[in-house]
């Protein structure tokens, strides 16, 4: 694992050439259904429209370009319900790079399919996630291989942040953007290109009620963690917080959110109906979006609250404060995942 020293803005700007060399930019498009449902303009940022199906892969080409000859040499190692474990292996194979993933026992096997699609040999470990990357840490320094932590690494939160300079690039006056929290990078960037590029937004964290150490730890005097997680949304099914992207976020993140299983499920059902695009849990904004990240921009008004059983929840509850903004906001949305 590399040095714990937070990215800053100018490692966002520098990773994006390293970034389109392999990845296009992603749209951000407009619904005419969601603007009715959530009461105001909206825009859907679609990370989904990566090969991988999410905004990982920009982490994972930008760092996988900067390993040493020696790091190459020894291949590289991570753990991953999927998204993260792509990324690395897609990077890994556009560098000619060995890669290893640990998945937890029975993960999703569309995931381990593509995984190993694109050059990765999958070892599963454990019932979660966390039990996989307990793993490979006690593995890595014995076999000699380059840890590559989900979270606690610059380059990948560098990487991803080039989605969010994107996202500030299209909507200046953005009053929140929303995005799911499992391990923080994604909204670990966001934090830090809204703070760079100067700009007014609010970042809202968005977790599962059911894995939700991160929301505790973020409101609370100290960090916590679980012994399980009960939640459909594998992608953000974290038992903990992790100490880089924790720092950040713990210091320049808004506010943070949660929902529940019925929330994240209506997500799903709305993001079909409404944008015709299948996201995944959570990863769709507030509400199950594959990495996905909400904003509302042009409104005057907006205390994110956790509204809790609003009547626009899912999709647009990814904020559950969406519903609260006037009609005059703008909001945008980033999704990771068809």
């Known amino acids: 694992m590399s040095d714990m020293t937070p990215p800053s803005f100018r490692d966002i700007e520098l990773a994006r050439p390293r970034v389109y060399k392999h990845v296009n930019k992603t749209p951000m498009l407009r619904y005419p259904l969601l603007d009715q449902w959530v009461g105001c303009e909206t825009w859907v940022k ?10 990982k ?3 994972g080409v930008n760092l996988v370009a900067q390993l040493t000859e ?59 996630f ?36 994107e996202v ?11 995005v799911p929290v499992g391990g923080g990078s994604g909204a670990a960037g966001s934090c830090i290109a809204r703070s760079g590029m100067g700009r007014q937004t609010k970042v809202v964290g968005v977790q599962a009620k059911g894995a939700d ?14 012994s399980q997680v009960h939640t459909c949304a594998e992608g953000i099914a974290t038992r903990t917080t992790y100490d880089l992207t924790f720092e950040i976020l713990k210091e320049q993140l808004d506010d943070v959110v949660t929902l529940d299983e019925d929330e994240l499920r209506e997500g799903v059902r709305a993001a079909m109906q409404l944008t015709h695009n299948l996201a995944e849990h959570l990863r769709c904004g507030a509400a199950r979006r594959r990495e ?16 809790g059983r609003q009547h626009r929840r899912g999709y647009a509850a990814r904020s559950a404060a969406v519903a609260r903004l006037k009609p005059s906001t703008t909001t945008v949305g980033c999704s990771a995942r068809l």
């Open 46 to 55: 679609h990370e989904n429209h990566h090969a991988s199906g999410a905004f």
């Open 57 to 59: 892969i920009r982490g």
């Open 70 to 128: 020696d790091e190459r040499r020894r291949g590289v190692v991570s753990a991953s319900t999927g998204n993260h474990g792509q990324s690395m292996a897609y990077a890994c194979r556009v560098h000619g790079v060995q890669c290893r993933i640990f998945v937890p026992v029975g993960n999703n096997p569309d995931k381990v399919a593509a995984m190993r699609a694109l050059g990765a040999e999958v070892i599963e470990h454990g019932r979660d």
């Open 130 to 165: 966390d039990a996989a990357r307990e793993r490979v840490e006690t593995l890595a320094p014995q076999e000699g291989w380059r840890y590559v932590h989900s979270a606690n690494e610059p380059q990948l939160i560098a990487g991803v942040g080039t989605y969010a300079l």
């Open 168 to 178: 500030f690039d299209e909507i200046s006056d953005a009053d929140y953007l929303f």
């Open 213 to 226: 150490a991160f929301a505790r730890s973020w409101r609370g005097p100290e960090r916590v963690s679980d």
């Open 292 to 307: 996905t990240l909400l904003v509302a921009a042009g409104g005057e008004e907006g205390r994110v609250r956790n509204v």
